[in-house]
């Protein structure tokens, strides 16, 4: 199997640290308001990545982070005259839902950095005793210029950042140093005590604090959206090989291209942000996984209604093949090469730094041959065998949804409205209608 690292810039054989197991870290929202369709696609892509990695025989530890103290839980506290905490709690509560919805279930761990404020402070006190930090009257700030490979993963130098730095006051040795820990007064937000006074943590040191207590200063893998390759990510590199002195921090890290709206950065400036909730309103959510693994997780998508009207189509091709193969699955032999030549594609895709719209072609090449030959009981065991395994990895489910007979009824009365709307030429409510009773698992045309 081979994956592409950022930090290498090249796909490498993949070889964990400790044989058949994975340590993967994947930064998680911060929960101030619900999650966005661009916070889907990363976490469809790990998640994924995760049970092809689990598929593949290894046993997979995934933990993800859940930024649960931020200014922009703060400001949102403020704003509304709730309490930090409380706010904290109710998205992170939606945002688990929103991903269970999307059959977004790896995850081992949901590590709230709240809960290890101790193991963050400890991590800061080892940074100033080593010398790479200092204090000032309005918290502690990472030194970068005592770190000489600061910018390795994003290419990025210090003297590139120098010219382009915020020449405001500052307590800073240096406006590019980050902050540690900030220390704060707590009249109208939390605080935490420490040796440097009351405060919070800063946004880098929470990651690096919970991976070096589960996983150890070296691990597998990290993961997180392209955006936070600066600074996030080159922070934590920074910080955690810093007090270890170990490096590299991490072997693999992967990164998720943007997600865009009819072309255009997702923005509510723009009118056109979309939470997973809002989303779910009008497609499955199988639509939406089979709409994000139609591109290459490194990739930029373009999330429009049009392309995910066509990955519907599409996915429901799939399910109406999958369906009309109507055998029960056991273990049987068989020679077809249309199935192997299937397997092969697939199998070598996924190997491939996760190629997952590769490896969905090669379903329709199996879909497309087998119209043209008589499959044998044992070709249609195979094949669905083999459909069920593309599902797991996937996380797609394949079956076209069972309606009771009870309902036959009340699909006429929506079929006759539907026609009412087509004979009034209202296309677009009618084509919605339509649209909708597609995902259900209707076959409905014009």
């Known amino acids: 199997m081979d994956v592409y690292s950022t930090l290498t810039r090249s796909k490498e054989t993949f070889v964990t640290i400790n ?67 409380d706010i904290a709690r109710k998205f992170e509560k939606r945002y688990i839902e929103d991903m269970t919805k999307l059959n977004v279930t790896g995850v081992n761990l949901f590590a709230r950095a709240t809960d290890h404020v101790d193991e963050i402070i400890d991590q800061i006190q080892r940074l100033l005793d080593k010398g790479f930090a200092y204090e000032t009257e ?71 604090a919970i991976t070096e207590y589960y996983f150890g200063p070296q691990y597998d893998a990290h993961g997180g959206g392209l955006d936070l390759i600066f600074p996030h990510h080159e922070a934590e590199i920074t910080q955690m090989e810093a007090v270890s002195g170990k490096a590299p921090m991490v072997k693999f890290w992967l990164h998720t291209g943007f997600l865009n ?49 066509q990955s519907q189509k599409s996915l429901e091709k799939i399910k109406k093949f999958y369906t009309a193969l109507d055998v029960e699955v056991s273990e049987v032999e068989s020679n077809n090469e249309a199935l192997k030549a299937a397997k092969e594609e697939f199998f070598a895709s996924m190997d491939d730094d996760f190629n997952t719209p590769k490896a969905i072609a090669a379903i329709f090449v199996l879909i497309n ?10 070709d249609k065991i195979a094949i669905k065998s083999f459909l069920d395994d593309v599902s797991l990895i996937l996380g797609i489910d394949f079956n076209i949804v069972e309606v009771s007979s009870g309902s036959d009824e009340l699909l006429d009365v929506i079929l006759n409205v539907r026609q009412e709307l087509r004979s009034a030429k209202q296309y677009d409510l009618s084509d919605k209608i339509r649209d909708n009773l597609n995902e259900l698992g209707y076959e409905i045309n014009d």
């Open 19 to 85: 044989k058949n197991r994975v340590n993967l870290f994947v930064c998680g929202p911060t929960v101030y308001d619900d999650a966005h369709i661009g916070h889907g696609r990363t976490y469809i892509s790990f998640d994924t990545i995760k049970r092809y990695l689990e598929y593949s025989g290894y046993a997979v530890f995934y933990i993800q982070n859940i930024t649960d103290i931020d200014d922009k839980i703060i400001n949102r506290s403020k704003e509304s005259g709730i309490p930090a905490h």
């Open 138 to 208: 309005d918290g502690v700030y990472f030194e970068i210029e005592k770190f000489p490979e600061f910018g390795k993963l994003s290419n990025r130098n210090i003297e590139e950042l120098e010219s382009h730095r915020d020449l405001a006051e500052t307590t800073k040795k240096n406006p590019q140093d980050f902050a540690l820990w900030k220390k704060r007064e707590g009249v109208d937000e939390p605080v935490w005590p420490s040796p440097w006074g009351d405060g919070r943590p800063g946004w880098h040191i929470e990651d690096t």
């Open 261 to 309: 709206v009819n072309g255009e950065k997702m923005s509510k400036s723009l009118n056109n942000f979309i939470t997973i909730r809002d989303l779910l309103e009008d497609y499955d959510a199988d639509t939406f996984r089979f709409f994000v693994l139609s591109t290459h997780y490194r990739s930029p998508i373009d999330f429009s209604k049009d392309s995910l009207h």
């Open 369 to 378: 041959a087998c119209k043209n030959q008589e499959l044998s009981e044992n």
